[in-house]
């Protein structure tokens, strides 16, 4: 026979009155759950205690089933909505609805792209977010997604990512797009409204310079006019230096008569260099 939920206390007295009578119960399930009497003992000392921060909190039993977690004996909390839950005096929580349910253009792209393209759920998950934004934005009616609308949306979602993550955004846009096309649910090509980001390889500073190139930079840098730019190089490169560290450099962090320099590292600690 299916467990009946009770109606729930809503003042405060009724909820204290409540939480006192189902006390013995709890005490006995939790020593059926295998505890031993002393950390019954204890299970019920910290459930007073949670008992008298939800007596003025406002809340009923129903909605601290979703907002006991503030209070401070969690565990004991924690445990007692479970007994109560178990014997069907509460009702489980309510699951929120999957953005699959909500959208079901968004489920029917995802068996698409498995059937069709064997895409990995993983990858379908990773395109989720940008799409749920996509259909909250646009709307689930294809029909209505003109180039103008998507490609402001792709360049608006992408504005505060990095240039790898506009991408993502970008190919889990034109994805979506691509399968709208495929079943006939958007014209001939608007995939091509989505704009491309730049993210070519090597176009960022090397790392470091092999040393061809590095004998490149400093024979660059011959004559009188050139000395400053070869005395940096040279640290850099000989001595190890962070740039930082040679930007800082003083005349008189150089002692001419020993051949040393004095620098001040990360630590502020100084060490000197031959």
């Given at each position: ?8 206390p809503?003042?405060v007295?009724?909820r ?16 059926g ?11 019920i ?15 009923t ?19 007692f ?7 069907g ?10 953005p699959?349910?909500?959208w ?13 393209r ?11 977010s ?16 003109t ?38 649910q ?15 390889q ?5 790392r ?6 590095i ?28 740039a ?9 962090d ?6 040393r ?6 630590s502020r ?6």
């Open positions: 026979m299916p467990k009946q939920t009770r109606k729930q809503q003042s007295n009724d204290l009155r409540f939480i006192e009578a189902h006390v013995v119960g709890f005490g006995n399930w939790i020593l759950k295998g505890y031993t009497e002393a950390t019954r003992v204890e299970i000392r910290l459930l007073a205690c949670w008992a008298e921060w939800i007596q003025p909190s406002g809340f039993l129903d909605t601290l089933v979703e907002g006991f977690d503030a209070s401070a004996p969690l565990g004991a909390g924690r445990l909505i479970r007994y109560l839950r178990d014997q005096i509460l009702p489980e929580p309510r699951q929120p609805p999957s699959t349910e909500i079901p253009l968004l489920a029917a792209f995802r068996r698409w792209m498995r059937d069709q064997g895409v990995a759920n993983s990858t379908l998950d990773t395109y989720q940008t799409l749920v934004d996509l259909l909250e934005a646009l709307g689930d009616d294809p029909t209505v997604f180039a103008h609308a998507i490609r402001a949306f792709v360049l608006e979602r992408a504005r505060p990512h990095s240039g790898g993550r506009a991408k993502s955004i970008a190919t889990a846009t034109r994805a979506f797009l691509r399968f709208l096309v495929a079943t006939g958007c014209p001939v090509g608007r995939d091509y409204a989505v704009p491309g980001f730049a993210n070519w090597l176009a960022s500073v090397p470091f310079l092999a040393a061809q190139d004998d490149r930079a400093i024979a660059a840098c011959e004559g009188e006019s050139r000395l400053r730019d070869k005395a940096i190089i040279l640290l850099l490169v000989r001595l190890g230096l962070r930082s560290e040679v930007a800082d450099l003083k005349l008189t150089v002692d001419w008569r020993n051949g320099i004095a620098v001040a590292g990360k600690r100084e060490d000197c260099f031959r």
